[in-house]
């Protein structure tokens, strides 16, 4: 990576925003990964310079949330880890409209709407994501997906320049949209709520929340559900069906808890859960002819 390079993305972003060789393990809910070459984490207004400087200088670049569903591998990510930061400005209320900035976590979103006496986001209230992320990835909990209350996402193309897509543009399905295969990047995100009572809606996130803990191992790094859902079948009940319940390699775990999830037990590394990963989906396939394909993301070098 040329010195140039760096000393212009450090101008345009701020010194203080630009780290060399930056752990991804200490952006990511798994808690592993080798180094970024660079991550910057640039402010929504200096973000289309970032991207077209990369371009110019034909840097690769990768766009980072809240780095609650990936797993970077053990070698780390070379070129430029872009990574989302939105702060509490970029929240906006305009009557059953909330407008959010791409790296705004969910949580924070919903409690804003909640707020505001604003239904319809509750399911998301305990999703670690950020709501960027949720876009790209469509995500969803009991029942609610993100396909069912936005309005419309803007974002940037390959080449820096912004467009508002609708939700029929954004093209949601399960875990997917056309982020990804065109190559853009979102920048915020318009939902389209509804009036509610304040009371109902908390207790709603209440109860949501107390079963995520109930039910889910959150008292270990991991990055939410493992495997995507496979037609007609339940990916956890498969796992614990195939006897994989607590099935443990190197530091990473089968969860106990909830057998959906991979966790980081002990001090796993990367290349731990990797063969965790591939081991749980082989037997499933062994045992019950079915293809568990992860949810995860897997990126970097392993």
């Known amino acids: 990576m040329e010195q140039q390079f760096l000393e212009e993305l450090q101008h345009i972003a701020g010194t203080d ?12 809910t798994f808690r592993v990964g080798g180094p970024a070459d660079v991550l910057v984490q640039p402010d929504y207004k200096t973000l289309p310079d970032i991207i077209r400087h990369c371009r110019k200088y034909g840097e690769n670049y990768f766009i980072v949330g809240n780095g609650s569903n990936l797993l970077v591998g053990d070698g780390g990510i070379r070129g430029v880890v ?3 930061v939105t702060d509490q400005q970029s929240l906006i209320v305009s009557g059953d409209r909330v ?37 790209v990835m469509n995500a969803g909990a009991y029942g609610g997906e993100m396909k069912d209350i936005i309005e419309s996402a803007t974002v940037l193309d390959a080449a820096g ?4 897509l609708s939700l029929e ?17 979102v920048t915020s995100v318009t939902l389209k709520l509804s ?47 195939a006897g994989l319940r607590g099935y443990r390699l190197g530091g ?43 949810e995860v993301k897997m990126v970097g070098e392993r």
């Open 17 to 28: 925003k630009v780290h060399q060789m930056e752990p991804m393990s200490r952006h990511t």
């Open 82 to 84: 872009i990574e989302m």
């Open 99 to 135: 407008t959010a900035g791409a790296g705004m976590l969910l949580s924070k979103v919903a409690n804003f709407a909640a707020d505001h006496e604003l239904t319809g986001m509750e399911f998301a209230s305990g999703i670690p994501g950020s709501i960027g992320g949720a876009v």
């Open 161 to 164: 320049c912004e467009k508002i």
């Open 169 to 185: 543009e954004l093209e949601l399905g399960y875990r997917k949209s056309c982020i990804i295969k065109n190559n853009y990047v």
């Open 195 to 241: 009036q509610g009572n304040p009371e109902a809606i908390r207790d709603r996130m209440k109860e949501l929340n107390e079963q995520r803990r109930a039910k889910q191992p959150l008292e270990y790094p991991s990055a939410g559900s493992t495997f995507k859902r496979p037609e007609g079948y339940f990916a956890g009940k498969l796992i614990m069906d």
């Open 252 to 294: 990473a775990q089968v969860s106990e808890k909830h057998c959906g999830f991979v966790i980081n037990r002990e001090q796993a590394t990367a290349e731990d859960i990797h063969q965790l990963i591939e081991h749980v989906s082989a037997e499933v396939h062994r045992q019950f002819g079915v293809k568990l394909e992860p």
